[in-house]
């Protein structure tokens, strides 16, 4: 089963700021996300992505003042595909086949975005 389906994305949670992510994949003896330090808990406010794409959309449409939008989904989707795959190719040390089955994508696919994004 993906490890990434609907119940799990809604409970991913991020801290600010974020740390980059190590040239390498982790070992098992680094911490995992789910697994983040008890203080850290305490000491920095945690949100769920879905609820950060939403105060961003909220940003965004309070920024606007009446001025027509278009291909917004394409805005926000280049918005996060691009860090996301920069982020997933750093993970996997840029092992595009690695890369294609983390992300569910075709190597042919992941190397398409890649070019098209800058990242190849």
């Given at each position: 089963?993906?490890?990434?389906?609907?119940?799990?994305?809604?409970?991913?949670?991020?801290?600010?700021?974020?740390?980059?992510?190590?040239?390498?994949?982790?070992?098992?003896?680094?911490?995992?996300?789910?697994?983040?330090?008890?203080?850290?808990?305490?000491?920095?406010?945690?949100?769920?992505?879905?609820?950060?794409v939403d105060k961003a959309m909220r940003r965004y449409f309070q920024q606007?003042?009446?001025?027509?939008?278009?291909?917004?989904y394409q805005m926000v989707i280049s918005e996060v595909e691009s860090p996301?795959?920069?982020?997933?190719?750093?993970?996997?040390?840029?092992?595009?086949?690695?890369?294609?089955?983390?992300?569910?994508?075709?190597?042919?696919?992941?190397?398409?975005?890649?070019?098209?994004?800058?990242?190849?």
């Amino acid at each position: 089963m993906n490890k990434l389906d609907d119940s799990s994305l809604s409970s991913f949670q991020i801290a600010e700021p974020m740390e980059p992510l190590a040239a390498s994949p982790p070992s098992s003896a680094q911490v995992h996300l789910d697994q983040a330090p008890a203080n850290a808990m305490h000491t920095q406010e945690h949100s769920t992505l879905r609820a950060e794409v939403d105060k961003a959309m909220r940003r965004y449409f309070q920024q606007l003042e009446d001025e027509p939008v278009t291909d917004l989904y394409q805005m926000v989707i280049s918005e996060v595909e691009s860090p996301l795959l920069d982020a997933v190719m750093r993970y996997t040390g840029n092992n595009q086949s690695k890369a294609s089955i983390m992300l569910g994508l075709n190597r042919g696919t992941l190397r398409t975005k890649l070019k098209q994004y800058g990242l190849l």
